[in-house]
């Protein structure tokens, strides 16, 4: 899995801080205990010293009874530990470790495989770090809704056709296979949608998905690049645009046209065709007039090396301000 390495480093200290902070939580349950039940202290000393008994007994030839009797008497005194607690008001497991995941207890890895809690944070952080968290609340496959393409069939048979085209791309997805998309049509025709449905699938596969518009992510290049006279900031650090397993980049064509940010577009979409790092771009625009916008070399590279799928149909906003 292409987990974001930030977020990945991040959770396991967050795993560590927990894990740690558990013990010394019962730690200090237990002072507070001996202090109110002085014989839990002796209770303890007892089944720490037959846990000894029992590990000197099974390096001995004949430990199977020695080991069942030591085993009963702990079992014995653990009982009555925990009788002594409630009948000085305290829960039977007031001294125990209470970790948050009993699974993993708190460390992250059940054996060597990560833990489905763990799995289920470092998801959670790549919603918040995609760029894309509140989309991913309320877009996703389950609810594009293919009515509002039913005036056409020819409209609707083509929307079907992408809907299915970009769940199998989603559900699919392999950094080091699929391919690049680029989704054409004018605003209101589900092109976020659907690409925020396939971010959501693919984060919960575990990579890393970074989505942006594209005149932010411009900004965070010449921000980079030029830095703040002013205040003497060194700029934006860029590297996830490249490094990212799926990059999105919304409204291609809202931008500022100029030198700088043509450079930067081809720059982008070659360094990520090379490496063969997956990219999904929409844009507004038709393909003719995509054309005109932009250098050969970046037309060239696009049509050339993305699936193209031109969206169709009636702006949905306004079909909804309709009914």
Same mark, same amino acid.
């Given at each position: 899995?292409?987990?974001?390495?930030?977020?990945?480093?991040?959770?396991?200290?967050?795993?560590?801080?927990?894990?740690?902070?558990?013990?010394?939580?019962?730690?200090?349950?237990?002072?507070?205990?001996? $202090?109110?039940?002085?014989? #839990?202290?002796?209770?303890?000393?007892?089944?720490?010293?037959?846990?000894?008994?029992?590990?000197?007994?099974?390096?001995?030839?004949?430990?199977?009874?020695?080991?069942?009797? #030591?085993?009963?008497?702990?079992?014995?005194?653990?009982?009555?530990?925990?009788?002594?607690?409630?009948?000085?008001?305290?829960?039977?497991?007031?001294?125990?470790?209470?970790?948050?995941?009993?699974?993993?207890?708190?460390? =992250?890895?059940?054996?060597?495989?990560?833990?489905?809690?763990?799995?289920? +944070?470092?998801?959670?952080?790549?919603?918040?770090?995609?760029?894309?968290?509140?989309?991913?609340?309320?877009?996703?496959?389950?609810?594009?809704?293919?009515?509002?393409?039913?005036?056409?069939?020819?409209?609707?048979?083509?929307?079907?056709?992408?809907?299915?085209?970009?769940?199998?791309?989603?559900?699919?997805?392999?950094?080091?296979?699929?391919?690049?998309?680029?989704?054409?049509?004018?605003?209101?025709?589900?092109? &976020?949608?659907?690409?925020?449905?396939?971010?959501?699938?693919? $984060?919960?596969?575990?990579?890393?998905?970074?989505?942006?518009?594209?005149?932010?992510?411009?900004?965070?290049?010449?921000?980079?690049?030029? =830095?703040?006279?002013? &205040?003497?900031?060194?700029?934006?650090?860029?590297?996830?645009?490249?490094?990212?397993?799926?990059?999105?980049?919304?409204?291609?064509? &809202?931008?500022?046209?100029?030198?700088?940010?043509?450079?930067?577009?081809?720059? $982008?979409?070659?360094?990520?065709?090379?490496?063969?790092?997956?990219?999904?771009?929409?844009?507004? #625009?038709?393909?003719?007039?995509?054309?005109?916008?932009?250098?050969?070399?970046?037309?060239? +590279?696009?049509?050339?090396?993305?699936?193209? $799928?031109?969206?169709?149909?009636?702006?949905? +906003?306004?079909?909804? #301000?309709?009914?």
């Amino acid at each position: 899995m292409g987990y974001n390495q930030e977020n990945y480093r991040r959770i396991r200290e967050e795993y560590e801080t927990k894990y740690l902070r558990a013990r010394e939580a019962a730690d200090d349950r237990k002072a507070e205990a001996y $202090l109110a039940i002085p014989e #839990l202290r002796e209770a303890d000393r007892e089944i720490s010293n037959m846990g000894l008994q029992i590990m000197k007994a099974s390096l001995s030839g004949d430990y199977q009874k020695t080991i069942e009797e #030591l085993k009963e008497r702990t079992a014995a005194v653990r009982q009555a530990r925990e009788a002594l607690l409630v009948s000085h008001g305290y829960p039977a497991d007031y001294t125990d470790i209470k970790y948050e995941c009993p699974l993993c207890s708190d460390s =992250g890895f059940v054996d060597v495989k990560m833990c489905t809690c763990m799995r289920k +944070r470092i998801i959670e952080a790549g919603y918040e770090a995609s760029g894309m968290a509140e989309l991913l609340r309320t877009q996703s496959f389950d609810n594009f809704d293919l009515s509002y393409y039913l005036s056409d069939p020819t409209v609707y048979h083509r929307m079907e056709q992408i809907l299915g085209m970009m769940k199998q791309y989603a559900e699919t997805f392999d950094p080091a296979t699929s391919g690049n998309l680029i989704l054409f049509g004018g605003t209101g025709l589900g092109k &976020t949608h659907l690409s925020t449905s396939v971010a959501g699938v693919v $984060l919960d596969h575990g990579y890393d998905v970074f989505y942006t518009g594209a005149v932010t992510m411009l900004s965070d290049f010449e921000f980079q690049r030029f =830095g703040n006279s002013m &205040t003497g900031d060194a700029g934006q650090d860029t590297s996830r645009y490249f490094s990212c397993d799926l990059l999105i980049v919304d409204d291609l064509g &809202t931008e500022v046209s100029n030198q700088f940010t043509a450079s930067v577009l081809y720059n $982008l979409i070659n360094t990520r065709l090379n490496r063969k790092k997956p990219t999904i771009i929409s844009s507004n #625009l038709s393909q003719a007039d995509f054309r005109k916008r932009y250098w050969d070399r970046i037309t060239s +590279r696009v049509l050339g090396e993305y699936t193209v $799928l031109p969206f169709l149909g009636t702006d949905i +906003r306004s079909q909804k #301000l309709r009914k």
